[in-house]
């Protein structure tokens, strides 16, 4: 059966079905994009960083889904560039130990799955510094060491920061280049190693912390890091990922954001992606006159002044868009150039060929509340799980078959299980750094 949807009116959605050319020519065939999500389907049980976070047949299973689906750009979820510093295991790497003929072969292949229909496959790279876990829990129950220390890259000299940052991101950049995907994108947003660089509490007395123009060169000169190796004239694009909430919470003022914004743009980035907020209310209120506006939104002042600063770099904003005339409304004010859609892809990753063909309006209406984040995320891995069992070129209609959380019945029994898979975590010792993914059983 057809998903229930958010109700929503009809609107003409062509705009969004316009190309985007980025700075250095590269064009994306249209203005949607597959956002990263976090997937945790790559190689986790073998322990050796020489086999540790390489593509599985699933992971490019799962992309030929989305890379058949209509998407202008699709982004993986978090490639670490480090194996001593990465948030969760089941994440995918792209480091100087695992670089070998086999990651190299999978990564083609992913790259190729993720480009199948006319989309450009960008990698997310991070680097998740002092939030790096010491140890993980693999699918097999079986739990490993990785580091007995954590050294926040805060207190890296400038040799390390050139060792372990600057040639770790342009390696990444070379091989992901030479594996055929069309670009990068660092990941400096929700703590991450260049946002722990931006924070105000960053006081290095080098020319690392300080000024915003100081704490903001980790993120520029791996930027040109990754440009020596990978120059703008091959077309690779590199892109970066920001979210309004980090400056909010750590109070970084308006200035020394725009003051970011502007060394982004000057600095070269192709794109950026912008998140942090809700962008159904976002655009409701910009649609009003300036006197009505709720000035406490700080994402649609963020939004706002932000889209004036980037000329050359191309926008997406990520943000729980819900319906196709929020999308529309967005670009033809201005607001941003390209429209990220995360979770909804799991639950339909063609959903950009039924949107752009005038068949759906809005998202489906998962009956999950805001607040239910943790289940949410959850619920996108185990339909990441279906997807991934076969390839979309062996049964092209999987995607029609992944569990229908607009169903109450649905909904309410995956809760369930959440609860019991969070509870067999505790006793194995782990929380989210584990690799497997929920054992779950639909009711239909």
């Not at 991101?169 to 594996?179: G, P, R």
């Not at 005038?358 to 185990?382: N, Q, R, V």
């Not at 991934?388 to 607009?406: E, P």
Request: glycine content about 8%; hydrophobic content about 35%; aromatic content about 10%.
């Amino acid at each position: 059966m057809p998903y229930s949807r958010i109700a929503a009116s009809a609107v003409d959605t062509a705009v969004l079905g316009e190309p985007l050319t980025f700075r250095h020519g590269k064009q994306a065939k249209n203005r949607i994009m597959k956002s990263p999500l976090s997937e945790k389907l790559y190689q986790w049980n073998a322990h050796s960083e020489d086999q540790r976070g390489i593509p599985t047949e699933e992971i490019i299973n799962l992309y030929s889904h989305w890379g058949h689906g209509g998407y202008g750009i699709i982004l993986t979820g978090n490639l670490g560039v480090d194996p001593n510093y990465v948030g969760e295991a089941g994440q995918g790497l792209v480091t100087v130990e695992n670089t070998n003929e086999e990651s190299q072969k999978q990564l083609r292949r992913l790259a190729e799955a993720m480009k199948a229909g006319g989309g450009l496959a960008i990698a997310q790279t991070n680097h998740v510094g002092r939030l790096a876990q010491s140890h993980y829990t693999n699918s097999l129950g079986e739990k490993h060491q990785i580091v007995d220390v954590v050294k926040s890259p805060l207190e890296f000299s400038i040799e390390e920061i050139e060792e372990k940052m600057f040639k770790r991101f342009a390696h990444a950049a070379s091989v992901l280049y030479e594996a055929g995907f069309d670009g990068m994108e660092l990941h400096s947003a929700h703590g991450m190693v260049f946002n722990q660089f931006l924070l105000p509490k960053n006081q290095r007395a080098d020319d690392y912390g300080g000024s915003i123009e100081n704490r903001i060169r980790l993120l520029v000169n791996t930027y040109k890091a990754v440009r020596e190796v990978v120059p703008a004239s091959t077309g690779f694009l590199v892109g970066v990922k920001l979210n309004s909430r980090d400056f909010q919470e750590c109070g970084i003022p308006r200035e020394d954001i725009v003051r970011v914004c502007e060394l982004i743009e000057d600095a070269g980035f192709d794109f950026v992606e912008l998140t942090g907020g809700a962008m159904e209310t976002v655009v409701k209120e910009a649609q009003q006159r300036e006197s009505t506006i709720a000035r406490e939104n700080f994402f649609l002042d963020f939004v706002q002044f932000t889209s004036k600063i980037f000329q050359k770099t191309v926008v997406y904003i990520t943000g729980r868009w819900q319906t196709a005339n929020a999308m529309v409304e967005s670009v033809k004010m201005g607001l941003t150039q390209g429209v990220g859609l995360g979770r909804w892809s799991c639950a339909e990753p063609d959903f950009p060929k039924k949107l752009l063909a005038g068949d759906i309006h809005s998202c489906p209406d998962y009956k999950f509340a805001l607040s239910e984040f943790g289940t949410m995320k959850l619920a996108a891995h185990w339909q990441m799980k279906q997807l991934a069992q076969k390839n979309y070129a062996i049964d092209s209609s999987l995607s029609q078959k992944v569990t229908d959380f607009t169903e109450d019945d649905e909904a309410n029994h995956f809760r369930k299980a959440c609860g019991v898979y969070k509870k067999q975590l505790e006793t194995i010792g782990t929380q989210d750094n584990h690799a497997g993914v929920l054992d779950y059983v639909p009711l239909k």
